[in-house]
């Protein structure tokens, strides 16, 4: 069944700026192994995020929400990313989730990118106030087929209220939890408790912000077995790491 795209898709015109991805692998430690990329937003030359997000408002949000998809997935393709993608996403840019996913759908079908590669993630720092239309998005998206990811857990609206009408497929856990961890009983008594809820409700936990080999070692003893962060790779402009190339620190 054919379904007309909303005026947001049709109306409007193009963005007046480019940008491009870097791809920062998520890692499972445990088997040494690339879970996914993150595609992360830069210039087109490799220029900084905050350099393309600082053009992004409220008259062109939804058409880069739409842009950035197409673009990951497009990149994605072009050098052959062996792992799944990891998409950041906007959901204050979202109408009707159910016609917002089409022009990922066609992106996917036109670069030959499986859907079932493809995660969804809410973008860092999106202030969303109404977590049951959050919840409402990603159900969708997980009904269509993709994986989905909650950016941030334990900060901010992406937090335990979120869980009460979501299951993500996957949590990452925010950065200030992560950072100095190892020093911290108190960010290690909160990790444990998310872990054990993530694990009640077969639910993957990512570690991001890694960057030093005392936090990796803590987060590992607490059974954290996916992480990403600068200990293991930066971000590569326009190309994913190869696994001899990953800063495996044990």
Not at 18 to 33: E, G
Not at 143 to 148: S, V
Not at 199 to 217: F, H, K, P, S
Request: charged letters at 25%; proline letters at 4%; aromatic letters at 10%.
């Amino acid at each position: 069944m054919s379904v007309r795209p909303c005026s947001a898709c049709r109306d409007g015109e193009p963005l007046d700026f480019q940008f491009s991805y870097a791809y920062q692998p998520i890692l499972d430690v445990k088997k040494h192994s690339v879970f996914a990329h993150e595609a992360l937003v830069r210039g087109p030359a490799g220029e900084s995020a905050f350099s393309v997000l600082s053009k992004v408002n409220e008259d062109n949000r939804y058409k880069f929400d739409q842009a950035c998809r197409v673009k990951a997935i497009q990149t994605a393709a072009a050098i052959s990313l062996p792992s799944r993608l990891s998409i950041n996403f906007m959901p204050n840019a979202i109408y009707k989730p159910e016609l917002c996913i089409r022009t990922t759908l066609e992106a996917a079908r036109q670069f030959n990118f499986p859907i079932d590669r493809i995660i969804f993630e809410t973008v860092e720092g999106e202030q969303v106030n109404d977590g049951k239309w959050l919840a409402q998005v990603l159900k969708e998206y997980q009904r269509i087929g993709f994986l989905t990811a909650i950016d941030d857990f334990g900060a901010g609206f992406a937090g335990l209220n979120l869980l009460a009408d979501f299951h993500p497929d996957i949590i990452k856990l925010d950065m200030g939890l992560v950072r100095d961890i190892h020093a911290s009983k108190s960010r290690q008594a909160i990790v444990r408790g998310i872990a054990g809820i993530a694990g009640e409700l077969n639910i993957m936990l990512v570690a991001e912000g890694v960057e030093v080999l005392d936090e990796y070692l803590c987060l590992r003893d607490l059974g954290i077995d996916l992480m990403q962060g600068y200990l293991f790779s930066k971000p590569l402009f326009e190309s994913c790491v190869q696994l001899d190339k990953v800063h495996w620190p044990v």
